[in-house]
């Protein structure tokens, strides 16, 4: 099949399918002798398909790299990819507590302007320019490795 086709196959753009060949995450297409088109098979449906799913679950791309080299050595012990999962789910456990946080700072804020009236005496435009206005999220997003706040 063509790029065009893996594409609307797994709703996965053919920019993205380019940047994971470049990226070595997706194999490189045969091309056909006759046209020169890149030629792709079922493996590289499924591989797409495995990387999607890895990306739905916001893994980074050195997470699908090793979950990639796990899965092409089907008799290894799956210890190294139960601990990538309890690193995701870290991650993922303290982006919530992130955005939580945040979303107690906005709740905070709203409060700050009940009534409409002139932008001069907003109370939100006047707690964003206080400088110690609360606690200021420095957002960490998952990036495979810990990141300082």
């Avoid at 907003?122 to 320019?129: D, V």
């Amino acid at each position: 099949m063509k790029i065009g086709d893996l594409a609307k196959q797994t709703g996965c753009p053919v920019e993205t399918i380019r940047y994971y060949e470049r990226e070595g995450l997706m194999p490189q297409a045969q091309r056909n002798l006759m046209n020169n088109y890149r030629e792709y098979g079922t493996a590289h449906l499924e591989r797409l398909v495995f990387i999607r799913r890895c990306r739905a679950l916001e893994m980074t791309q050195d997470e699908i790299r090793e979950l990639l080299q796990a899965k092409a050595d089907p008799n290894a012990s799956c210890a190294s990819i139960n601990d990538l999962i309890d690193q995701h789910l870290l991650h993922v456990k303290a982006r919530i507590r992130e955005l939580q946080s945040l979303k107690k700072q906005l709740s905070e804020l709203r409060s700050q302007c009940h009534d409409v009236h002139n932008n001069e005496s907003c109370g939100i435009l006047k707690g964003l320019q206080q400088p110690n206005g609360g606690e200021v999220i420095q957002s960490v997003r998952h990036l495979g490795k810990v990141c300082d706040k």
